[in-house]
């Protein structure tokens, strides 16, 4: 290829003006080109050639004091070149050619190709900049865009990484590549300008990674935001859905009050609101998640669950690409409803070989501060102001005197730091890899270690990863990720946190001899033991006992991961992708119950109902066993062209999968004292069990196509479909199309705009389609058989009917739209912001049929939902200096979810939250005092319901209710339910710092939320309906109503020996929640090259990290009630040789 | 595309896809022993159509589960709602059997699909009658009151409820087609050629009382013309059965070896494995006993202590201070035919009671044979096995319904009986104070409809 067309010299001679000026020099087997620049320089003429015909000529040469166009003969004798001298420039060019037309044909092309209107061909000032672009590893890159700023001159680096531009006058040049930050060099007359370009981590992304295709970002109409590895763990190194839900305003985690930072449960993680009734579909048993609302996570092109994501070593991460509306997920059709999280890892780079280690050092802190429970003083002092152990003429009970003795004896237990432990976990993880341009290597290897803040509560993930590939003849590139990885997690034998939290100080851990207590007893005059509250199944067990009888709780799970893929260039404008993958997955629990547990009753003589049969069947071990395995495999052809101002991709491919999941199970009983916790020991089956074994299969097979067309980069428009196949649609329906469509307007890329100098980016984008989600189990649409293996008919095994099926039954489908702006502004602030409606459609939903039917419902697209909402993103880069670079940052969001119709079988069920029918008046009684869930149209599935409150009548103590109609009640009905509250908030999101100095980078990421409700069911259960025989909040000494006058929260509810009194779903208990939280604070520090440099490393990284550290909340309730919260510190360490 | 969707068409392991079963007459066969395992549950006739909750409003336990026959009651109600719910769900199982069996008449052995289809037609049959029997008002003077859906399709489809007279055009109309198919199918019952085998596992043919069989058949058009009052047609197949059915009186030797259900009399009965666990969770309780204490209670009623009935047929629960029945406390191997842990449905003695019954008005003289008969077959010593010469019509009515209660005690039909007659009263066990009645109203006969049916049916409006 003519790489150069024209060379021009610079000069800046300012002596020499004229043709006439005598030069000298010598020259020895020069570069005609040197010699002829010298010659500029000297003479302060402008010199033409071309420099590729002139490069393989050498002159040899001794001028004295010569005229220019003398000694331009005498230097170019012996040459094939001529010249020509024309007022101040020269023309070189070779013999037998017109120079003058050649000369001048050319010139003319670089000038209209740059816009010179000058009156001279060429312009003053105007020449040429050469040079080579790298990335950070130093390997050249092709295809970087390189312009002049404020001009039309612009070129492309070649295959070698070279380019070469025409400028007409000296400027800044911005090199530009996608996935690289772009970089601006002002020229300063320079002729060679190398650059080496960096990976582009801050900015927001310009490659959309939709796990089929890289798309150019700037001219993607859909909504997709792109987060690089270092985003993410610079606002923590816990998981990549923690760092998500900071970075994204759409993304929202919700809190998990009962299982707090337990290192084994999995986050609950929404995109844009909810799309399904929680609780009414019949889960896919075969599929990844059983969550129905939980958004689709690809990784590196195959659909995962979220244990994996959460699982996944942060350091192997490339990018996260989350998109949200319709354009970006019509691409996963039936499966995009809830958007899709596409996570991409690194791919080994060309070089020599190169190591980097990693290490994380995690500190867990208990956060025990949301408790405020009663010491043994205060309890004893609630005893006696109750009057809990006293008969009804006044004198005390024996239980009582047991508990004064322990309180005088000082026994103060605090029970909540028994079951917890600051705990220090390690992650390691090497990466090794290299190779050459044909082959590349990569091979990671990691090592997490992650306990909780629960005693011997722990999560252990190891894997080792093999990344091969090959580049055959630049054409095709084929490559192979094999992974290996196994997770090990306990669950803690101290079982729940509750029982710490209810559990009375008084209570002594140890008695005299400095054994552990099992259970709290009084001894009577006939030195029997007998239970301190009366009643034989309220035994108070001390649950420090059962924490120490050898109960297990575990679970491994092996996972192979193999993914092969190939990239073909059929021809520049043509490629061909594949991809399959296959996963296998084994998961193996093992649940341990010890036959020394106190679950097992044993209170000696006289109170024991223990027989010797129950006895040899105490102990039982559950076993149960999921398989997964899944196949699946694409395949699509990508076109790209341009004509002049026009750019169109299209891609057509298709995609099949096949996924299988097994369950196999069984529970063995019967263990001795000192039995290991193994099937072996056990004396059988437990008595009418049987093993069980379930099994989901689901295909599905898929076709799309997709298009997108660029005018002049400023008018966009993108098209896609998709032809779902599922086994899971009903038979009468086997396929789903889906389709969106986008538009969008570089308004930056108008002339207008342009001369707006503060605008650097304005890009408006509509978009509008239809996705869908199957989460119905695959046979729901069939009529499906159930064997009876364990009952026979005269010994005949037979076969029942499970459910009635739906041919018929089809997908959810989610019509989508969504609004979206992104403006930059004086290269400091950057603003996103976005609107969208989702109303799902065809939700599938039971249908209540007349049990005459044969079944009480069947499955059907009934109901209707809509969430809708907005996003807001602004980040701000205040300080952009070498040494120090200072951005703010902030970002909100809002959804509004609505139910738009629901199904008989929802009005049923909304119809026995407040009815008692087949529920006995205790049962109903339970079932009332819980807040729970109503669906009721035109209401968000989040509302509260609850009847209103007046609060406590300070002369009774009781409380008075408004009724549906607004006369004060004494008498709570749940006909009066209304709403009172929504769960949602009106805003949440995130906003923070970051701050770089001299290799040091501080980021700070506070999360917010306010404007929504919450039913605090911890003032409910551990104020009102507190067991005051157990421990209690502190509010029940100092909130309750206990004599007329007192004007309090809550009411005198006394529970005695017996019957337990209950609070009913009241206004009174629904709070306003704001929170503000200091989600995550990290410094990095980038160690100087010359103090590691010595030490063979390349580069060093310390960081450190705390999250949760700050926790601010309007509403006061306890958090982590089974598993405690914990606050995090990581100390990373990152080295690359 | 057709591949295309074949690959996209995933068939379960663990569970059956209808669509596979009906490949097979195997398939069908597994469909067919499914709804007789429904039938057995504790929900239906393995306890509450049997010994449970309809013995205990027939009065012949010493305590009511429903107090003030209030089938309202939260204690009461999902029981009641569970026999509807559960007896539906078993007739869509029988109705996808049925629903395209013909079509599939090639992958049966001679004669195989008939017995098939015969016996399913014939389950249907017995469950809507029993439906009906339970939740409608007695047939008399009813006739035309709307009852319970028919259904006669596995489909998403709200049958209509319909009137009485239409159930029971409906059920014989199922027998009848029952009726032809088992002829024509063979039924080995017919001629009383019978495999009996402990287990029938794999032999379609083998043990045929314990299953829908030919005589089922005729037994039941007896039970519904009786429940009718269309006398002549019941007397027609009471005494069908009684002569040409394979029949035969049980004898002392075999009652006194365990064999409580009186196996040679069986028309038809069910398996029930789980039947002991059952007898020992229920029968010691007090619900299901006769008196609170032990003794000789129940004499009252059985008049006669050498009744095989009393005899072998109630004892001394010591441990729990009772008397109970034993009926169903049923030791294997005990006798020759006694294979199996068995409810009946429907026995000899019954065809008596019904032939009896018949002959009351028109025919005395045979009426008082058919019950010396019985009573002789039951072990009565007296010549007259206490049965007077010329008795009337209404001391015939009188012995009819001591025998009915003698002979199906813990089984079910005494509730049935009352109510056909619309008895004013139901009798009580009490030795304390004989002839202790519970008064009747007619609404005590009905079993409430559950009130998803009443909402979400296909109820007439003006109902």
Redesign the interface.
Known sequence: MLLLLLFFCGSIVANAQSSKTTISMECNNESIASVLKKVEKISGLKILFTYDEVQNYKVTASIKNKPVSSALKSLLAGTPFKYKIKGKFVNVTKNGRDSKSSGDMRANLVLSDNGFDAPSPLGAGSRIIRGKVFDADGNTLPGVTIALKGTKAITVTGSNGRYALSIPRDGILEFSFIGMQTKSIKTHGRNEVDVALTDDSHAIGEVVVTGLMDRDAKTFTGNATVYKGENLQAVGHQNLIKSLALLDPSISLTENLEMGSNPNTMPTIRLRGESSFQGFENVDKSGLSSDPNQPLFILDGYETTVSRVVDLDMNRIESVTILKDAAAGAIYGARAANGVIVIKTKRPKEGELKVSYNMDLDINLPDLSSYKLLDAKQNMELINKLGLYHFNDGTLRPEYNQIAKWVTQGVNTDWLSQPVRNSVGTKHSMNLQGGDNRMRYGVDLNYANAPGVMKASERNNYGIGVDLSYNFNDKVLFSNYLNVYQTKSTESPYGSFADYTKINSFYPIYDENGKLYKYYYYTDEYGKENNLWGNVNNMPVNPLYEANVGNKNETKSTNINENFSFDWRILSTLRLNGRISYTKSATKNNVFLSPNSATYKDYGSGLSDVTTDDQLLRGEYTFTQTDYESLEGNSFLTWAQGFKKHFITASAGVSLSDSKS?IYGFTAQGFGDGDSAEPAYAQGYKKGGTPN???????L?SFFASANYAYNNRYLVDVSYRLD???E?G?AK?TAPFFSTGIGWNMHNEKFIKDLDFINMLKLRATYGEVGSVNFS??QA???????SN????????????G???EDLRWQNTKSLDLGINVGVFNIIDITADYYRKTTYDMVLPV?????????S?TDNLGRMRNQGYELTLRAYIIKKPQLNLSIFGNASHNENKILAIS?YLE?YNKSVDSS????ENEYKQASHKFLTKYEENQSQSAIYAVRSLGIDPMTGEEIFLTRDGKPTKTWSASDKVVVGNAEPTMRGTFGANLGWKGIYLNMTFSYQYGGQVYNQTLVDKVENSNKYQNVDERVLTETWQKPGDVVRYKANVTDRLTQYYTYASSRFVQDLDILQLSSLSLQYELPKRWIAPLCIESMRLSFNTSDLLYLSTVKRERGTSYPYARAFTIGLRANF | MSSCNDWLDVQPTTEKDREDLVTSSDGYKQMLYGTYINLVSTDLYGRNLSYGILEGVARNYCKNPVPNYNYLDNSVRPTVDAIWEKMYNNIANVNSILKDIEEHKSEFAKGEEELLEGEALAQRAYMHFDLMRLFAPAYKGNEDKIAIPYVESYERVRYPHIAEKLVIGKVLRDLDRADSLLSAGGDPLINGAQIVTYSGKGIFTANRQYRFNYWAVQALRARVYMYIGDTANALKYATLTIEKGPFLWVTETDVSAGDRIFMPEMICGLDVPDLPNYYESYFTSESYSLSDGWGTYGLNVFEDANDYRYLYLFTNDKANNKVISCKYKQTIGSSKVMKKQTVPLIRLGEMYLIAAECNMEKNPAMSISLLRTLKLRRGYLSEDQGITDGSTTSQLRDYITKEMRKETYAEGQMWFYYKRLDSPTTPDFSPWWSGATTTMKTSYYTFPLPESEKEYGNLPSSN
């Open positions: 097994t074994n379930s099994e989901g299969h689901a295909r097979a196949g599922s086994s649609f038979s086997k695959p046979y069939k009529d499906i058989y159930a064997m009876t009952n026979r008919y005269d010994g005949n095994i037979g076969v029942i009917l499970k009635l099926g739906n209540t049929t007349p049990p005459s039917v044969g079944f009480d069947f008989s049923s029918d087949g529920m006995s």
